[in-house]
């Protein structure tokens, strides 16, 4: 069961923050010996400096989420007098707020949220639910905003289960006493699924309006969600369902006039439920680009049979529903909808339907990035389907694929040595749910990438029968950080070990010069103890460091140890001072492109002939 399997959910519509550093968008950042006051300086038109927002905290947070909707489990609305219309979707209240780091410098595609609180609050902010969201990437990134550019003209999704701990009085609300009791039913789990958008990189400035000045978003956009019921038997970060591809001239530029989506066949309510929350172009204001009526059908043979239409125009849509739809379809449908594909297909481009393949064949990885240390093995979860149900003792292989990393052609190379990362070349799926377990296996990456800690590996996979052509997520791979073998010096000393190491994080991140500056022995001395506690805190809390969560556990546990009896060691000689070379002016292009928008740009699968 998920938030897309039952009729109980609830939906909600605001804004999120993300105030992501950007000094670590450029992997050369990363290098000690080369590194300038400047890179910590936000970019202006002849520099890139420390990109756009070199001050960045890395803080994550839910802003004004207000319910928007919700659905008994018979698929009717509670009553008008249920609280649950007086509440919102809000974050914690009792701790540091949520963080969003990326796996790598040169894998900035499956940014994940760490130690996100969330919470259903009544109109006076009283809790009535507090859970804890699991650490989840985002994915399924794409071109939503027709016409825009950079980060903001993108859109993208997070999915994950949130384990709820605590529950309030719930008397004026039966919704969210069923709520309660579905959650109660599986181990406390409910499952949570939300779309961004509208991200906004503009610098703050004083403008005409004293409201709504230039730049009183920075950092902030748009955020749509459902959150419902969740089963542990079922898979935390996807849909186990029917999943909708986009046609393959559209997965170079992502640019689909659908984007991928799920769906799930409810036979017990004559229903097929979709999820377009992050499926359908929007103009840059956020309302919806009408494309034409949008038709739900199924393929039988090579004739599709309309289902059903979607009034994904209809003024405040998006929000009232986070894209979550219900079809109904007859019980003569349900039988054709079984081993059929379903195809999505807006009027005005009939010939770029979002649909699944033929034969509905789907495998996934649950969740799919990983930080691992030389002698690690990690345990790897996927899930194999046909037309939603499982596809039991089938074959699936592996490969090493570093097609959606982002290394540039002056950037240290990604995905070697392969010994460091070591896999089986298949495994098959299990007889019952379609399941599987790759087991990986990390060595010492020997430090190839030199300033950079570790090697970043892409695994991809697919099903034996699929063939190279089949239609798939290009999204659907394995993204692995592998640490170097590190061994400190005995005794372990500021200079020996411990200076190169807090010098980067001082370097990449500035944000910690109002508290501490980490590059300075006398100051990180002063602040042992505070730091000691930050350093021992475990990733998923939000107030563990390095905020970036790239630090290997050897390296953390050098520097706990050092810190309680912090020597200095010897200095080194003068280093020779740097050449101070001029840049080339970066183009237009590269200042508006944003994070992740440049990211994608140096995806490996655009270099390659």
Not at 50 to 74: H, K, M, S
Not at 281 to 297: A, R
């Amino acid at each position: 069961m998920s938030y897309l399997s039952s009729r109980l959910r609830l939906h909600f519509a605001g804004k999120f923050q993300a105030s992501v550093s950007t000094v670590n968008n450029d992997v050369k950042h990363f290098d000690n010996a080369t590194f300038k006051p400047s890179y910590q300086e936000r970019q202006d038109k002849l520099h890139m400096n420390g990109w756009w927002n070199p001050d960045g905290d890395g803080v994550w947070r839910l802003l004004g989420c207000d319910i928007t909707a919700a659905y008994n489990a018979d698929g009717t609305k509670p009553a008008t007098t249920d609280a649950i219309y007086q509440c919102s979707v809000a974050d914690s209240d009792d701790s540091a707020p949520a963080k969003i780091v990326d796996l790598d410098p040169e894998q900035q595609m499956v940014s994940t949220i760490f130690g996100l609180q969330v919470r259903i609050a009544d109109g006076h902010g009283n809790t009535l639910m507090r859970g804890f969201f699991d650490p989840g990437p985002f994915t399924e990134l794409w071109l939503k905003i027709v016409g825009g550019g950079g980060d903001l003209a993108m859109g993208a999704m997070w999915q994950s289960v949130v384990t709820a701990t605590e529950w309030g009085d719930l008397s004026n609300s039966p919704f969210l006493q069923d709520l309660k009791a579905a959650a109660d039913a599986n181990t406390g789990l409910l499952s949570m699924k939300f779309n961004v958008d509208c991200y906004s990189m503009t610098w703050p400035t004083t403008g005409a309006s004293a409201e709504s000045p230039p730049g009183s978003q920075f950092c902030r956009g748009r955020i749509v969600g459902t959150l419902g019921p969740a089963s542990a038997a079922e898979p935390k970060h996807f849909i186990l369902g029917r999943q909708l591809m986009i046609p393959e001239a559209a997965t170079q530029n992502l640019n689909p006039y659908i984007n991928y989506c799920a769906a799930v066949v409810d036979e017990t309510a004559s229903v097929v439920r979709l999820d377009l929350g992050n499926a359908l172009q929007i103009n840059p204001d956020g309302t919806q680009v009408d494309n034409g009526t949008l038709t739900l059908s199924v393929i039988q043979g090579s004739t599709p049979v309309a289902l059903g239409t979607i009034p994904y125009t209809q003024p405040g849509w998006y929000q009232a529903t986070a894209g979550v739809v219900e079809v109904p379809v007859t019980a003569a449908q349900l039988a054709i909808i079984a081993d059929n594909p379903l195809s999505l297909a807006l009027s005005g481009y009939p010939d770029s339907p979002t649909a699944e393949p033929q034969g509905g064949l789907y495998v996934r990885a649950d969740l799919f990035v990983f930080r691992m240390s030389p002698g690690d093995t990690q345990a790897v979860t996927f899930y194999a389907t046909a037309y939603g149900q499982p596809y039991t003792s089938q074959e699936i292989t592996f490969d090493y694929n570093t097609n959606g990393l982002q290394a540039g052609p002056t950037d240290p190379d990604v995905g070697t040595p392969t010994s460091a990362l070591t896999f089986p070349a298949s495994i098959t799926t299990d007889t019952v749910a379609g399941t599987a377990t790759l087991t990986l296996t990390a060595a010492n990456p020997g430090n190839p990438r030199h300033y950079i800690d570790g090697q970043v590996y892409g695994v991809g996979y697919g099903l034996a029968n699929q063939g190279a052509l089949y239609p798939s997520n290009i999204w659907n791979f394995v993204s692995v950080l592998v640490f170097d073998t590190f061994v400190p010096d005995n005794p372990i000393t500021w200079y020996g070990s411990m200076q190169p190491i807090f010098q980067q994080y001082a370097n990449l991140y500035p944000v910690m010069a109002r508290f501490v500056d980490l590059g300075d022995y006398l100051q990180v001395v002063g602040y042992a103890q505070m730091l000691q506690l930050a350093f021992s805190l475990p990733e998923e809390d939000p107030n563990a460091m390095p905020v970036t969560r790239d630090l290997s556990p050897a390296k953390r546990k050098a520097i706990l140890e050092w810190l309680q009896n912090p020597l200095e060691g010897t200095p080194p000689a003068t280093p020779k001072a740097l050449e101070t070379t001029v840049p080339a002016a970066p183009t237009e292009e590269a200042l508006s492109k944003g994070g992740k928008a440049a990211a994608f740009s140096k995806r490996l699968a655009f270099q390659k002939p």
